[in-house]
């Protein structure tokens, strides 16, 4: 079905404009629709607020202070199967297992360490109505949701 998914590049790749470069022209080559984009720098509040689920977990400070320690582009992409493809062209979550799974991934290609692993992607229909509306509050989901 055509959806809409969330998509991030994070503060790892936007600081090497070659590789937000690289990663911003996959998405085209790969037939999405860029429906929104824009580049913002998070609070630390909004950051723990978009991670609430990962509340308690090992990895969840060090998540929090690297999605707020610098810019970040985020996207509204349309496209056949959307959440599941953007998911598969990021590959895994881990890096080291992006890299020895999913090499020509972008994780696998650009992903520095598990935290600082480039990019993000809603990972249901539910987290990508969520996301979206986190990001782009104004977006109007009604007109697109009527469509299927
Ligand atoms: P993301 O897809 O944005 O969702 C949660 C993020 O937590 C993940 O990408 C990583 O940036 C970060 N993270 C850090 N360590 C881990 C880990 N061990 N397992 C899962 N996610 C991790």
Not at 52 to 65: D, M, P, T
Not at 79 to 105: C, D, F, Q, V
Not at 107 to 113: D, P, W
Request: proline content about 4%; some cysteine; aromatic content about 12%.
């Amino acid at each position: 079905a055509l959806q809409i998914t969330l998509a991030i590049i994070k503060p790892d790749a936007v600081a090497h404009p070659l590789i937000s470069e690289a990663i911003h022209q996959k998405i085209l080559d790969q037939q999405f629709i860029v429906v929104r984009s824009k580049e913002l720098i998070w609070r630390r509040d909004d950051s723990e607020r978009f991670y609430a689920e990962h509340k308690g977990r090992f990895f969840y400070q060090r998540l929090v202070e690297f999605m707020s320690s610098g810019p970040m582009r985020a996207y509204i992409l349309a496209r056949e199967n959307a959440i599941s493809h953007w998911r598969e062209l990021m590959g895994p979550t881990k890096t080291y297992r992006a890299r020895y799974l999913s090499p020509e991934s972008i994780r696998g290609k650009y992903g520095l360490t598990d935290t600082r692993n480039t990019t993000h992607g809603s990972d249901s229909l539910d987290s990508a109505e969520r996301e979206i509306a986190f990001f782009f509050p104004e977006f109007n989901k009604k007109c697109w949701y009527e469509m299927d």
